[in-house]
């Protein structure tokens, strides 16, 4: 059995960007329901695991395992995903981040360009990405509920780490944007992300969640 770490925050935290309506919705009962879902199909699995890691790893692209390998994966992205923000988060990165981004993108500005366009051009369900390909920091959008890897790469291997995601599902952003997907993604990325966890995962001093079972 699995258990959900706690939000990082309150559910009020993150006003007025994302209301405490829709993080008690997108907690309690969309990332709650991943896990009671995934928790419920774990007698299906013939494998021995002890992260969700290993579940999402060793699922992905098996057909008669799609139940848990969506459940398993969404439980993962959203523990990522509240973590990849704060109160008083946003604007600009520091350090090694910045320098990074500034190489691989030309400036903030255009990696911000980049983030939000990508968000908006995915159609459908799903996630954008920030991710660090072997030594190059890139964008990736990835559909409904697979983690950030690259097409024909499976998730969670070295050299493909995911440092900063945005959700883009309706239920991330409708009730406070309606349909106002880049609306919210350039708040998220303007006010809410917590660019020390970012930081943190590009240079290997990983605080990214790891979701073991309980004993
Ligand atoms: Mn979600």
Request: with cysteine; net charge negative.
């Amino acid at each position: 059995m699995f258990k959900l770490p706690s939000l990082p925050y309150d559910y009020d935290a993150l006003e007025p960007y994302i209301s405490a309506r829709t993080m008690h919705c997108h907690y309690d009962d969309h990332h709650q329901g991943y896990l009671k879902k995934l928790n419920n199909a774990l007698d299906d699995i013939d494998f021995e695991y002890r992260t969700v890691e290993d579940i999402v790893k060793k699922t992905a692209g098996r057909k008669e395992l799609t139940h848990v390998y969506n459940n398993a994966a969404q439980v993962w992205n959203h523990a990522f995903f509240w973590n990849c923000m704060k109160a008083g988060g946003g604007g600009e990165p520091t350090g090694e981040l910045k320098e990074a981004i500034e190489r691989d993108f030309g400036s903030f500005q255009s990696f911000r360009r980049a983030f939000i366009d990508r968000a908006t051009a995915r159609f459908g369900s799903g996630y954008v990405w920030l991710v660090k390909r072997d030594d190059n920091l890139v964008i990736r959008d990835s559909a409904n509920a697979d983690p950030s890897y690259v097409a024909g790469d499976p998730p969670f291997t070295s050299g493909n780490d995911p440092l900063l995601c945005c959700d883009l599902w309706e239920h991330a952003y409708y009730l406070d944007y309606q349909n106002g997907r880049a609306e919210f993604v350039e708040t998220f990325i303007d006010n809410l992300v917590d660019w020390d966890f970012v930081s943190a995962q590009l240079v290997g001093d990983t605080v990214q969640p790891r979701l073991v079972a309980a004993e």
